[in-house]
Nanobody
Framework: QVQLVESGGGLVQAGGSLRLSCAAS????????MGWFRQAPGKEREFVAT????????YYTDSVKGRFTISRDNAKSTVYLQMNSLKPEDTAVYYC?????????????????WGQGTQVTVSS
């Protein structure tokens, strides 16, 4: 069974930075695209960023472009989300997920394994 464990969330002031990590085990990490999603209270879970299995291509939702960077270290089976210039509207629980295939996708239904989530709170 694949397991995903996120870490790195916390409370930060607007304009600050956080780096989320997601360590994977139980599946050949390098075969699959990975993604980050987030869910704010009372809202649907939404796509944030995705990266193909080799790390060569990345995609972001418009609201985080230029501020967030997704990366992966296949030797460590870990995917990261560097978040800079954080805004209060970035406040949410952030989840990493493993896609069913190698191609990165923004569709959350294309991801079949999810971590437990890590809380990010940005104060104004």
């Amino acid at each position: 069974q694949v397991q995903l464990v996120e870490s790195g969330g916390g409370l930060v002031q607007a304009g600050g930075s956080l780096r989320l990590s997601c360590a994977a085990s139980g599946r050949t990490f390098t075969w699959y695209a990975m993604g980050w999603f987030r869910q704010a209270p009372g809202k649907e879970r939404e796509f944030v960023a995705t990266i193909m299995r080799s790390g060569g291509k990345t995609y972001y939702t418009d609201s985080v472009k230029g501020r967030f960077t997704i990366s992966r270290d296949n030797a460590k089976s870990t995917v990261y989300l560097q978040m800079n210039s954080l805004k209060p509207e970035d406040t949410a629980v952030y989840y990493c997920a493993v896609a069913r295939g190698a191609i990165p996708t923004t569709n959350k239904d294309a991801y079949d394994k999810w971590g437990q989530g890590t809380q990010v709170t940005v104060s104004s």
